[in-house]
């Protein structure tokens, strides 16, 4: 009898493993831990969906306030859809939308 493998940690989405919070150490030119993994380089499913939830958050709210373009907007969503993606599930704006036109 095989047990099914499940992910518990991934490389972190914000800072993409370098564990440096990417656009304050640029802009500061100093190295600030990332602000999703304190600078581990990994994280929990459960932040990795929590900052996905976040990315797709800020991408609509940005863009509809004008804060970015449509294509900034395409890019974030796609980046926090591809989390979702990497720990099989679906994301839940896309489940819910699903479920409203069914």
Known sequence: MSQASRITKIICPCCKGTGLWPSIAEAL??????????????VATRVARHYADNLYTIAVGGYINGDHD???RDRMTAEAVAVFNLLGEVPPWI????RRSA
């Open 70 to 72: 449509i294509g900034t």
């Open 29 to 42: 030119q100093r190295d600030i831990a990332c602000n999703w993994c304190g600078g581990a380089k990994r």
């Open 95 to 98: 489940e819910q939308a699903c």
